[in-house]
């Protein structure tokens, strides 16, 4: 069906299969190939072992392009790049100039470090053996990355295992001779991102179903993702296809435009960072059940602090009585978990902070504390404002202690974008 | 070298490969099957293509066990259970007693939507083919897993998607006659953990080298890795390097005791917790650059308001004054990130909570802000305790303005353990 060129991510690391570390040097590359118009086939991790390493380059073998990660460092056991160039019998050199440039990186501190000598010498030969014929990638760190191509097989781009080494390299990769030519045959078509508030992924598939007796939607790859509350749609038109993409988006978002956040990408953190600055308003939080996770990610983004005063984290009763004036009486009438309380909060956060918004978060996360009427995943929330606005909710979680933490997260983060006036991409047209 | 039986993971679901969704499955089921003593090769992410799962399950042919995780709901684009069944070899058929009762877990919710008749025949018997010979995992949500043989192949266990239905069929997934047959292959040794505060990678290394001169580690797989500010070192013996791998651990701690945090895999929360519900104390935080991912941090836990009783967030200097009494006076003379006012943060959260520890964060984040005194990356910490403790750091963190504020919470939490008077494990010998 497609016509793009593939592509596979094969990321080394032994202690990626322990499932302890997480890896992020696959969703990177992936990300940006899939960017770039590259069909991404597979992510491979595997461990250190060689055989392991050859295996899986055979069998990604059938694809236009393969990146590795890791396995560059000076010691002997860090072999990627000999079982790269064994892969594309390509035979292996030192590169003076490149060893020299090397020695000049680590020289300052590998002095301090009392590291001289042949064994230095040799880790940086070591690191500077590159396969006949490949492009170098200038290092980030103290290892190359490497562009080699098998004949007839694939290009193979070789990046070291530090995500800061591996992400400073990707201008050049994406600059390199073998790559650009590849990209000559990926489409130049932007990929649509629309985002949704709240939405089933079955919804969205009942909606492409209608479209898709209208639109030749074999052409678009739509590809939807559910990353907590809030569904992601990508539209890949084919190249030829970009009309049908367009139209086939423009009708989702027709029949879902009250869930819509946005149709350009922008995610609900962006979007309420823009509207709270161009509104001139501050926000304090006042959370009980999130613990501080709301006000964590409001000031998550860079230049926040021009916006996000602060918040109070009232876990105990007391505390919410004493650093948010929430009046015991009302604690005692309707329970710590309750929309008063949450309107008592939010009020609260707002007057000691002085602020032009104020949240209030109150729920039982769990995994105990639920009863019959306010069982674990009810949570209530309200937003107010200076200008009068009261937006409230207690809706019943799904989920665990970490999944209703999250999910409350999310929905603040959605109502404050509502108090803000802001309705959606829908309003501007 | 490895007797151990050996195992792969297959994980489908096209938005994977897009980079915008983590992956939970595939480390899930890495971290398990190695606690259980497989040997984990490799884990793939493959898209929902029929011909790229056949083409992985190729490719681990020649594992003892493979688990896939994906493409069993309902509908005719999920085909994972039809393509394992095809590589098995095994003709499927409708099990009617598993279709009963996925019907009588659907009927309630399809009434409400409206669904009946033969639609919902026909997604209920399509969840309920079996392959011959396939030990059936009774549903968490409406798929049940899979256990299937290939003869002279590896044993093929197919799991559900979503990460709560997955984790949920785990515990049958170890019981089924099949994996148990395995697991009599593997080595019942426990794995020792040993986990660390702030020492880099290679200092381990060194130490290991070291005790490979008098010890045979040959015959135990040692896998470090580091988590921000942690370093975690799994020593996994091979049946009958027990011993060998005790006395490893043991001269790993008395080599790096000063910075161990513990060796039965406790982790920092964990002791924490412990520590403060021994003591019976509570705790109040005080955050600036660090926005409530402390308090968010320390609320994570269940149970943790009977030690947590709250905090606030001051990030405007008003803030500080205002809710933490910190004197304005104090943020004139030495700046908002300074010693002095983390330690005026920390007495303030102790005083305004009424707790018996208090934590105070200020610090420059990024990436804006820095200058050449304070630059990005300056965070000053103070822990204070009614019992008179002062607890203070102010250390400069690499990284961007995630890595710092990560390795801030990271740094807290090892601070506040330090004031609860626990010194690491070694001090109970």
Request: net charge negative; charged share 25%; glycine share 12%.
């Amino acid at each position: 069906m497609s016509e793009r060129p593939t592509a596979s991510v094969l990321v080394t690391g032994s202690e990626l299969l322990t499932g302890h570390v997480a890896d992020a040097n696959g969703p990177f590359v992936a990300r940006a190939l899939g960017d770039l118009g590259f069909a991404v086939r597979r992510v491979i991790l595997v461990g250190d072992r060689p055989d392991d390493l050859r295996s899986a380059l055979d069998h990604v073998s059938g694809e236009d392009l393969v990146v590795t990660s890791g396995g560059l460092g000076p010691t002997a056991d860090d072999l990627t790049a000999e079982i790269v160039a064994e892969y594309c019998a390509a035979p292996m050199a030192v590169d003076p100039a490149l060893r020299d440039r090397i020695h000049a990186k680590v020289a300052g501190w590998a002095k301090r470090a009392g590291w001289a000598g042949p064994a230095l010498d040799a880790a940086t030969a070591k690191q500077a053996r590159v396969p006949h014929g490949a492009e170098v990638l200038e290092p980030v760190g103290t290892a190359p990355g490497l562009v080699v191509s098998r004949g007839g097989g694939p290009v193979v781009v070789v990046l070291p295992g530090p995500p800061r080494e591996l992400t400073g390299m990707w201008p050049a990769v994406v600059a390199a001779g073998p790559v650009a030519t590849l990209l000559e045959r990926a489409p130049r078509a932007e990929a649509i991102r629309l985002r949704f508030a709240g939405i089933p992924e079955s919804d969205i598939a009942a909606t492409l179903r209608e479209i898709g007796a209208d639109l030749d939607l074999a052409r678009v790859e739509i590809i939807t993702c559910l990353r907590r509350s809030e569904l992601e749609a990508d539209l890949h038109p084919l190249p030829g296809a970009e009309g049908i993409a367009r139209e086939a988006a423009d009708r989702i978002v027709a029949a879902h435009r009250r869930k819509l956040i946005s149709d350009d990408g922008s995610t609900t953190d962006e979007l309420l960072a823009a509207a709270l600055l161009e509104r001139g308003w501050t926000v304090a939080t006042g959370e009980s059940c999130t613990g501080g996770l709301l006000a964590g990610r409001l000031v998550d983004r860079a230049g926040s602090s021009a916006y996000v005063a602060g918040g109070v984290v009232a876990y105990s009763n007391e505390a919410k009585t004493a650093q948010l004036d929430v009046p015991a009486d009302l604690i005692a009438e309707h329970g710590a978990v309750s929309p008063e309380v949450a309107r008592a909060l939010a009020d609260g956060a707002r007057a000691r902070f002085g602020t032009d918004v104020g949240v209030g978060i109150t729920g039982v996360a769990g995994p105990d504390g639920g009863t019959e009427a306010k069982p674990v995943g009810y949570v209530c929330f309200c937003v107010t404002t200076a200008d009068g606005q009261v937006i409230s909710r207690d809706p019943q979680f799904p989920g665990g202690r970490t999944d209703v933490r999250e999910r409350s997260v999310d929905l603040a983060m959605h109502l404050l974008l509502r108090a803000t006036g802001r309705t959606g991409p829908g309003a501007h047209r």
